[in-house]
């Protein structure tokens, strides 16, 4: 309950109030632009309603044809304010450099103004067009036609054209050959008299010729293509990288090593290392010569016939035996120190250790 009324039919109620409120609005809307429409007042929003075409005045009716036969004026507006003449005001961009004629200011290329365009002539089925504007600087007026035969924009009147002078060398450009010249090339008696020049100059222009395909080839070059071949290319480097540093930890080396070339097996052919074999294997021939083949075979026969001497006989026997004691010694003190059996002929075994008598050795 809402002030003693029930929920749905106050919500019922407000619906209307609103839907009211907005046909009053939308209706006042309606007035207020025919009024603006009447008193010649402007605003943006007519304004865009005109230029879309979307505006219609209430005494317009269906007979009188379309808006601007209706208000008497030309689709294009302003800029058809001369075209009983065969005037339209374009938007023209000068094509070079001209110098103003009536204060000599330049006006460079590019630089766009309101220009009358007007049909002046022919040119077989081309027609030629003028365009007459004038200068921001002066007000001089230019005017400038077109050239359908030679494909050029010819200055009529008002200002003239600025000559740029410049080396196809610095330019990188390719010189045309001129007019006269180019007749000249369906004779094949002067194609062939100027065919070696032709190509001396190809030659020499070759670099310029290859550079302007590479950056032609960069422009239009597949980016997915040219990004697949090179980190193809950098994995391949990556794997030859990994090879060599296994290599190199092989041979014990804390570098890798580069790649064996032709240049490195001629120049370690061509390394001779200082030697003394030579010299050595010289000095032992001429000892050899110079030494009696006599005197060296009767020392050798004495060397190996001599029998050695007693007290050397006697010190290696006695050497013998102080090492056979101190065998004996060791066994004597595993018998004592642990169980052992003893054998019938006289020798003692304790698992793998045999331990036998000394032996007495006779003087000589």
């Not at 317009?60 to 030309?74: A, E, I, R, V």
């Amino acid at each position: 309950m809402l002030h003693g009324f029930p929920l749905r039919q106050t919500e019922s109620f407000l619906f209307a109030r609103i839907r009211v409120l907005s046909i009053l609005v939308s209706e006042a809307y309606f007035v207020y632009l025919r009024v603006v429409t009447y008193t010649g007042s402007t605003m943006s929003t007519l304004a865009a309603a005109r230029a879309d075409n979307f505006y219609y005045p209430p005494e317009w009716t269906p007979d009188q044809g379309g808006l601007n036969k209706f208000n008497g004026q030309h689709a294009l507006r302003e800029r058809a304010k001369k075209i009983d003449q065969g005037i339209l005001v374009i938007r023209f961009e000068m094509p070079y450099h001209i110098w103003c004629g009536g204060c000599g200011h330049m006006i460079a290329q590019g630089v766009r103004f309101n220009a009358e365009k007007k049909q002046v002539g022919n040119y077989y089925s081309t027609k030629i067009w003028s365009f007459k504007m004038k200068a921001p600087c002066c007000g001089q007026e230019i005017v400038i036609q077109t050239d359908p035969k030679n494909t050029l924009y010819v200055i009529i009147s008002g200002a003239k054209e600025k000559t740029v002078t410049y080396d196809e060398v610095d330019a990188e450009a390719v010189l045309l050959p001129e007019k006269e010249d180019r007749g000249k090339l369906a004779d094949p008696f002067y194609k062939l008299e100027h065919e070696g020049e032709d190509t001396a100059k190809a030659k020499k222009q070759a670099p310029l010729l290859v550079r302007l395909q590479e950056a032609a080839d960069r422009k239009h070059s597949d980016s997915y293509a040219r990004n697949k071949a090179l980190r193809a290319q950098l994995r391949a480097q990556k794997k030859r990288v990994a090879a060599e540093e296994v290599e190199a930890q092989k041979l014990g080396l804390a570098i890798r090593l580069l790649p064996p070339s032709k240049e490195d097996s001629d120049y370690a052919a061509n390394v001779k290392f200082a030697s003394n074999f030579g010299l050595n294997q010289r000095n032992k021939r001429a000892a050899i010569q110079a030494t009696s083949i006599f005197s060296s075979e009767t020392s050798k026969h004495s060397t190996n016939t001599s029998r050695p001497s007693p007290a050397s006989a006697l010190r290696q026997k006695l050497d013998l035996l102080a090492k056979r004691r101190r065998v004996n010694a060791a066994g004597a003190k595993e018998i004592l120190c642990s169980n052992v059996k003893p054998l019938t002929r006289g020798v003692l075994e304790r698992g793998s250790l045999s331990v036998r008598p000394p032996v007495k050795l006779k003087q000589a």
